[in-house]
């Protein structure tokens, strides 16, 4: 059975292009391995209005979507009740059953 994994790239405050690289690596590893699901926390950004690794976090996982590399990418934001997906992925990996009462903007969801 698939398994979920967290993935923090705010660990260590790295750089954008080093954010990038870990994501890049853990994806490629899940896909490899026993992982179906990532949970990565990039964080909103102190600005108020995103912050530059979610914003490239999520370009880059979107573009792997588009490219069939990985299957789904749920924004923390739209992880609720009300998303088929969500609730799809909720039921398969139960830990995830938390995170459908809040909307967290610091947070991607990843089936591989």
């Not at 954008?16 to 890049?24: D, E, G, P, S, T």
């Not at 990418?73 to 995170?99: C, M, P, R, S, T």
């Amino acid at each position: 059975m698939k398994r979920l994994k967290e993935i923090n790239l705010e660990e260590g405050k790295p750089t954008v292009a080093h954010a990038l690289i870990i994501l890049k690596s853990c994806v490629n590893n899940a896909k490899s391995g026993n992982v179906g699901c990532l949970y990565i926390i990039h964080g909103y950004g102190s600005s108020g209005r995103g912050g530059a690794i979610r914003e490239k976090a999520r370009q880059w996982l979107n573009a792997q979507t588009r490219n069939g590399v990985i299957k789904t990418v749920i924004n923390g934001e739209d992880f609720n009740l009300f998303n088929f997906k969500a609730l799809e992925l909720k039921n398969k990996y139960k830990e995830l059953g938390q995170l459908l009462k809040v909307c967290n903007h610091g947070v991607t969801i990843v089936e591989i």
